[in-house]
């Protein structure tokens, strides 16, 4: 539509397909949306807005790496996601991720919460793995969302968004115009994939937990360290339990090698080897080759919306491979 005036006089400020997205987000996760053109833009302006050279920032030591890196100017705590924590006096800005990338580690919202308004200070979940159909951290008492959108909300593994949800209006006012401001925007058409993606996330989430739960069982007592918070065995179980909406697909193991890595990749037919996860094909991650500070074969595994059994086959096929020899 062509307007003079009102609304939408020029696309850097304005723009109607980001209005749809943002305000199924933002009903979703419970607050006012902002759209970003990534998860680390989402980010890194939640940090120009909130906060100042020296301000003191808790992020987990075992979440999102590049986090960790776009926050070295400010004074930070590294705390794990399973904690223990300390005490938040003087701090700013308390970021969790939970469950957190890759560790899958879950960390007590609410609690976590109290204890840092107590203290004054500002709590944002960082809600990629989750999705906003499977944790509401506004309504656990967190101030601020953010997530990339590129995983499992737009889901088909060919879009780059991120979002921030927030409870307070004058903060998503201020995002707003740190958007516009720096320029950085989010195109129309990923705006738009997502949204379309997004009316399938309840469908996938649900196929990918079934296959992630499948695979759990299928290779426990196979691999070291296998992660999955919705099964009852893993230590993050209770809490997730009691303060997700859902689980999703999102496994981590570990294998002996990087050429045990290699061996699984190659010898799989349904798995890629791909760093995004949530899409709508298993893919797995090898964290270690971008740096992240985790053993060398430890695997992000994204169950995507395959046939849950020609997925355990492949998978299990796979890992006999990996696992023959080194
Ligand atoms: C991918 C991811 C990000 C960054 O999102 P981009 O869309 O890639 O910029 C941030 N946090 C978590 C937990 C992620 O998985």
Do not use: I
């Given at each position: 539509m062509y307007r003079l005036?009102?609304?939408?006089?020029?696309g850097r400020p304005h723009n109607a397909t980001w209005r749809d997205l943002e305000s199924a987000l933002g009903s979703l996760d419970g607050g006012e949306c902002v759209l970003f053109p990534s998860g680390m833009a989402a980010i890194s302006a939640l940090f120009r807005v909130l906060l100042s050279t020296g301000d003191t920032l808790v992020l987990p030591s075992d979440g999102y790496f590049l986090t960790r890196r776009l926050a070295s100017t400010y004074s930070v705590v590294e705390v794990p996601t399973a904690g223990p924590y300390p005490s938040f006096d003087g701090v700013r800005l308390v970021l969790l991720e939970?469950?957190?990338?890759?560790?899958?580690n879950v960390c007590d919202i609410a609690s976590l919460a109290a204890e840092a308004h107590a203290a004054g200070a500002l709590v944002a979940v960082d809600n990629t793995t989750a999705t906003p159909l499977g944790q509401r951290p506004l309504e656990l008492g967190a101030d601020i969302v953010v997530a990339?959108?590129?995983?499992?909300?737009?889901?088909?593994?060919d879009v780059v968004l991120g979002h921030v949800s927030v409870v307070d209006a004058s903060l998503a006012e201020r995002l707003r115009d740190e958007r516009t401001l720096s320029g950085a925007i989010p195109g129309p058409f990923e705006a738009w994939l997502a949204h379309r993606g997004l009316g399938t996330l309840d469908l996938r989430l649900a196929r990918q937990a079934q296959n992630a739960a499948a695979l759990y069982e299928a290779m426990s007592g196979k691999v070291s360290g296998l992660r999955w918070p919705?099964?009852?065995?893993?230590?993050?179980y209770l809490l997730a339990a009691q303060q997700m909406r859902r689980f999703n697909g999102v496994l981590t193991f570990e294998l002996p090698s990087v050429a045990a890595v290699d061996r699984f990749l190659a010898a799989s037919e349904l798995v890629a080897a791909a760093?995004?996860?949530?899409?709508l094909h298993s893919s797995l991650d090898?964290?270690?080759?971008?740096?992240?500070?985790?053993?060398?074969?430890?695997c992000r595994f994204s169950a995507g919306c395959e046939d849950p059994a020609d997925l355990v086959a492949d998978v299990l096929r796979a890992l006999s491979h990996a696992l023959g020899s080194d």
């Open positions: 005036g009102g609304e939408d006089t020029y939970s469950p957190s990338n890759p560790g899958l990339s959108d590129t995983k499992a909300v737009a889901g088909h593994s919705g099964a009852p065995e893993d230590p993050a760093t995004s996860f949530g899409g090898r964290r270690a080759q971008w740096g992240d500070p985790v053993p060398e074969g430890l």
